[in-house]
């Protein structure tokens, strides 16, 4: 954070939804150019710069006096008004923590435990000090739609501090919100684990953070040589290149797209196998089997030679060790694996959980090597386009990393390379390229979370060459469908729509791409279908660098439920499951699984032209109750949607109500949509 930061680089995380969350600060203004014909130059408004000065300041601070807890608190107030509530959370819960154990050591008996602070000795800070970061904290929680573990630590807070009714006050009206959406989620027909993931999830937006080294954004060279030094060692069919993609997305503060993929370095025969990609980045909520890849062992297995664990074969035993497992050797972490006991689908719990192994592979690379810069983690991609959100709670984003880190002997308060942002960062990672599915009973049951270390760099076709299975395990293997050339580019699907019709197509993709599907199949298909032989650009997000586009932007849910959409994430889920559960609850839609993109709330002064669909308008007919339809992106060549405006529950993109009826049909901030 002591980086400068941009104006172009800006843009808070805060989802937006009510005028109870943190006001927003004035962030950028046009600065004045000699040339009226150059495009403005954008500086930081000196509201933001203010706060963003202190930020810098006390980051710098804080590398020096690292458990000082007011500098954490103070840090965390600045954070908050700037519009980044995860962060906030994650400093003003290390406040709380220097206060209740000086010096930051944390005893072993309440690391597995969540936010509770009971029986713990006071630190050195004031009473006053510390119930200004549980304000704060508060505060971040609500701002981030985390409104269960925003009334706990209001109830802690009121605990500690009775003769506060600020807390009390709090708490009673966080209980209320909480019963709402407990009542949504009740309607979900849902699993037990999974309401209460719908309950308790909260989001933000991912986003660059503008004080990240550009490095930090992109692949280098070098890290594309060692990924094909990886596809070398194994079948050397395979190599990284520059995609054969036509067209390129917005680029981000100035640099050129990043758009890579990966090509057949031989002739490859169809049917055959092109690629074995094991990983040592896995969870399973059921522990049999090897330690590394959780595949069955029948005969006596492979035993370290360190400790007791037990590996399927040499190869797993050699990536282990030579990844993560002299991180974790000989440390009992069995109480995270029970926080995913008996997990038969994608839960909550198994979020740190796959965490956990990249945590541990940092921590074995070494105090010198930041942990964005490891290989593992620098290969993969965020879904980054400025609307998107990502998962976010106090306990899987901030109190398991931080159990897990201090456990592997990382000083979360003094090294700055594992601070809030970094984990964060890490996990928008992981969200979107990670793989789940159930295991067979057979083979142990529970569930499997995984990121293969080449999968991710495959680019998407609706009409794939390759096509990739699992063996109830982490390792994944790549076939190839047809014959493919030297030098053709290799393409996978995320779901099987080869028979299915073009809109309906981009509809089971929306989640994955937030957008059209652009593929070779998707484009012609979409040039013939408008009458032109205008060719659509090509691009694609799993293999692009960091795109930007205007701060304003979100994603709202829809009211369509997509089953086909839904029985896909059991497999190869490129968005994150868990974030359905906030989207759908925070926003009132249950069981929403399409998205589209959306502007800022409409407001009474809102005037964007997106036109309506003729005679879709309900207020015009006397006693109708139909639903008004928009044109996607105000292209008029789009079929009409239905618009989930004021009249079915949420705000959605570029559709305005007409200043008079604004009033009367959006709901934005009224108290039962306050969520």
């Known amino acids: 954070m002591q980086r400068p930061w941009t104006a172009d680089c800006y843009a808070p995380t805060i989802y937006r939804t009510n005028p109870a969350q943190t006001a927003p600060v004035p962030l950028q203004v046009p600065a004045t150019l000699h040339n009226l014909a150059a495009p403005p130059r954008l500086i930081i408004h000196q509201s933001a710069d203010h706060h963003i000065r202190h930020v810098r300041c006390l980051t710098e601070n804080l590398s020096r006096s690292g458990r000082d807890p007011d500098l954490w608190r103070t840090r965390a107030e600045h954070l908050l008004t700037l519009g980044y509530p995860e962060l906030a959370a994650g400093d003003a819960y290390k406040a709380i923590l220097l206060h209740d154990y000086p010096g930051g050591l944390i005893p072993d008996a309440v690391k597995s435990e969540s ?38 630590i209001c109830n802690e807070a009121g605990s500690r501090f009775p003769d506060q009714p600020f807390f009390h006050s709090r708490a009673a009206d966080l209980r209320a919100v909480v019963e709402r959406k407990r009542q949504h989620v009740a309607t979900s027909g849902e699993t037990r684990a999974l309401q209460r ?39 050397q069919s395979c190599r990284l290149d520059n995609s054969s993609l036509s067209g390129s997305p917005p680029t981000f503060s100035g640099h050129d797209p990043q758009v890579l993929g990966v090509f057949a370095d031989r002739e490859i025969d169809p049917g055959e196998c ?40 040499e190869d797993c035993r050699k990536l282990a060790v030579s990844t ?26 198994m ?24 290989p593992l983690v620098a290969r993969l991609q965020p879904q980054m386009s400025g609307r998107h959100l990502d998962v976010f709670t106090l306990k899987e984003s901030v109190i398991r990393p931080f159990q897990i880190l201090q456990q592997l002997g990382m000083d979360i308060f003094e090294n700055s390379k594992i601070d809030t942002w970094v984990i964060h960062t890490i996990w928008t990672r992981l969200a979107n390229n990670k793989q789940g599915f159930p295991r067979k009973p057979e083979n142990g049951g529970g569930w499997i979370d995984s990121i ?27 076939f190839a469908r047809r014959r493919i050339q030297k030098g053709e580019e290799l393409f996978d699907s995320y779901v099987n729509v080869e028979n299915v019709q073009l809109e309906k197509r981009q509809q089971i993709l929306w989640p994955w791409f937030e957008g059209p599907c652009l593929c070779s199949k998707c484009s012609e298909e979409a040039v013939e279908k408008r ?30 439920t997509n089953p086909q959409a839904k029985d ?15 989207l759908t609850v925070t926003l009132g839609a249950i069981g929403a699984f399409a998205y589209f993109f959306a502007g800022n709330p409409t407001k009474a002064t809102d005037a964007r032209s997106v036109p309506a669909v003729p005679n879709s308008e309900p207020w015009n007919g006397e006693g109708s109750t139909g639903k008004y339809k928009y044109y996607p992106q105000g292209n008029l060549m789009h079929p009409p949607k239905e618009a989930p405006s004021a009249l079915n529950q949420v705000i959605i993109p570029n559709v305005n109500l007409p200043k008079e009826l604004h009033e009367k049909y959006n709901k934005w901030g009224k108290p039962e949509y306050d969520f």
């Open 197 to 235: 993931d719908m309950l308790y999830d909260g989001a933000v937006l991912t986003i660059p953070y503008p004080w990240m080294e550009p490095g930090h954004l992109r692949r280098s060279a070098s890290l594309v040589d060692r990924i094909n030094q990886e596809f070398r060692r194994t079948f």
């Open 274 to 313: 092109i690629l074995v990609d094991r990983t040592a980045t896995g969870a399973s909520s059921s522990v049999a089997g090897c330690v590394n890849c959780f595949k069955n062992i029948k005969d006596a297995g492979v035993e370290a030679a360190c400790c007791s664990a037990i590996f399927c074969s």
């Open 351 to 374: 979020r740190p959980l796959l965490m956990f192994r990249y945590l541990a592979a940092c921590a074995q690379a070494g105090a010198t090597e930041h942990p964005l810069d490891h």
């Open 324 to 349: 993560y497992h002299a991180a974790v050797c000989r440390k009992d972490f069995m109480w995270l694996q029970a926080t995913v006991e008996g997990l038969s689908e994608s839960a909550a719990a």
């Open 452 to 478: 293969s270390p080449l999968m991710p760099l495959f680019n998407h076709s609706c009409e794939p060459n390759v096509e990739c299975w699992h063996d109830d395990t982490t390792t994944v293997r790549f």
């Open 115 to 152: 936010a509770s602070w009971s029986q713990k000795s006071p630190g050195h800070t004031t009473n006053c000090n510390l119930e200004f970061a549980y304000r704060t904290l508060i505060q971040a929680l609500y701002d981030c739609h985390c409104h269960p573990e925003a009334l706990d």
């Open 531 to 560: 009458g032109t032989t205008e060719r659509a650009p090509r691009s694609l997000p799993r293999s692009l660098t960091v795109a930007r586009t205007p701060p304003g932007y979100i994603r709202n849910a829809s009211t369509g």
């Open 568 to 582: 896909l994430l059991t497999r190869f889920a490129k968005l994150d499951p868990e974030l359905y559960g906030i």
